[in-house]
């Protein structure tokens, strides 16, 4: 099965044997194209959505769980370790329910709402804009807004980006400064709307194209602010919608440039919406389906961006994956619309080859932000009152972030097959870049569930001398981590390797990931 720089030529397909079989994978580097992998693919998601705000991040000031400023600093530490680059908030479908000044000023005086999308549970506002910029300030991530086009107005949301980012003598920044805040933050990414075609509006395409310009052109830069504004895409296969925003969008001449910087595309690893399985207990099969699916992700690139790539062949607009990940049944004993589950080592294989996709694709995808940060779908993080745990998701970030900002090199790969029932995907899923000093970073994601994976890393012009790895693997695919046993799944050391005539030859174990940091010569 051959796959050409994220092209994957033949996804899932349908085989004429029933059993997983073991022949070699190749993989054959290019050198470094100087396209580089933005840190912001390792970018995340917090709703207002069950207990990933409140609980998850947001405990308040007077609570007994240690915080800053009402932000849990267990969780702001975990999350600065892995460097997360951007959090895109207040939503999803939450987003168009959001009124903004409710969620500013005196947290007594902040109305208290029904939040209708999510179980109807009381919305107190305690964690607004202010609270949203202070978390992204001890993180150390850029903020990344949805605006409300739904509920909201296009007034609203304008007055939102001079609340934040204005310095001048005018309403919205003295309401800022009177708030509390002198200086203006800075604010780049601004979503206009999400899934426009569903709980944002039900729109039709070609209205949605029409909206944006509404909100595309009275979204402003103050001081020397340049909004970065991302379109909403329409359902994962929906190749029309991209077609209709792209074609209003962009023009080859590049004067509609910067009303729309970024288009987004949603896609989770779910075959069966109304029986989707749980979190944990899976055989082979489900592992199989979550990871086929996954895989889809690779198509689902390749196809808008070859749209995208006929109204914008100088790749001015970004491809911005604001929403990804699995998306199981709830862990029984939950509300249903909490959307909470656990996560194993399927979730953190899952991880990986949306990431290898994402950095193989890195000359379009400019931004991808996983579903959701903490307690809520592929979480990196889950809460209970003042424990939490780190899932095998938040590993998967902690190796992969040597590719934030790095340059990539272009792979071709040769996988081996891994093939159940009467369905086979690739085996194996890789990428690679080379960082600022000059280090080779390759990860690799074996998706067989019980056989090793042999791989043979060719490279051009380079022989790798020093080798080192670290390798995601417990054991056992269902594997998690719970609050009584925080530590069975976490990154070890990996020397399943050896340097055979300049290749570099990999055993990867069954269900695992592994991040290879490689020193050598160039030729
Ligand atoms: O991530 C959960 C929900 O999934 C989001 O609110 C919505 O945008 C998507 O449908």
Redesign the pocket.
Known sequence: MKRTSGILTSLVFFASFASTQSQETVVQFGMTDSVVISKNIYGH?A?H?GHCIYGGIWVGERSTIPNTRGIRNDVVAALRKIRIPVVRWP?????DDYHWMEGIGPAASRPKLVNT??GGVTEDNSFGTHEFMDFCEQTGAEPYICGNIRSGTVKEMSDWVQYLTSDGDNAMAKLRRSNGREKPWTVKFWAMG??TW???GIMPADFYASELGRYSTSLKNFEDSHLYKVASGGLPEDYNWTETIMKKWSTTDGWLQGYMSGYSL?F?AVTNWEKKGPATQFDEAGWFTTLAKTWEMDALISKHSAIMDKYDPKKRIGLVVD?WGT?YDVESGTNPSF?YQQNTMRDAVAAAINLNIFNNHADRVKMANI??LVN??QSLILTDGAKMVLTPTYYVFDLFKVHQNALRIPATLEAAEYAVGDKKIPAVSCSASVDEQRRVHVSLANADFSHTQKVALRFARFTPVNVSGKVLDSGRANDFNSFEHPDVVAPKAFSDFSISAGNLVVALPPASVVVLELEGKNE
């Open positions: 998601f709703e959505l939503g999803g479908c939450f987003a999308t999510w999400n899934e569903g709980c944002g949603h989770y929403e998306w959307l579903a959701q809520v779908l």
